[in-house]
């Protein structure tokens, strides 16, 4: 029974030894941490829809987070959105990112 002891150990070290990776196989791009992604900047909503003064109305949507405004200058978070262009947009009374989305400049 010690043999089998023995032969155990051994066969652990010869594990341990085979399957233990080194790190410099590993290239600087590999280490590095992922990258956030870009805020969109660019609106998804066709000019004639957004610019068209026509139907749009602010909806508030109660959801566990806000979200993102999309008004350019703008990066605050809100929780109303333009029933129309479905995009979520600050309605405050220091901060009327809704009216500035919608006019043409």
């Not at 010869?14 to 969109?40: C, F, V």
């Not at 029933?83 to 309605?91: E, G, I, Q, R, T």
Request: proline letters at 4%; a neutral charge.
């Amino acid at each position: 029974m010690s043999k089998l002891m023995e032969s155990d150990s051994s066969d652990d070290d010869i594990l341990y030894s085979t399957n233990s990776i080194s790190n410099d196989n590993l290239s600087d791009e590999e280490n590095e941490p992922p990258r956030k992604m870009a805020r969109e900047s660019a609106s998804s909503v066709p000019k004639l829809l957004k610019y068209d003064g026509f139907d749009h109305w602010p909806m508030f949507v109660s959801a566990v987070n806000n979200t993102r405004c999309k008004n350019e200058q703008c990066s605050g978070k809100t929780y109303w959105k333009c029933s129309k262009c479905n995009v979520h947009l600050c309605l405050h009374s220091n901060r009327n990112c809704f009216t500035q989305y919608h006019i043409n400049k």
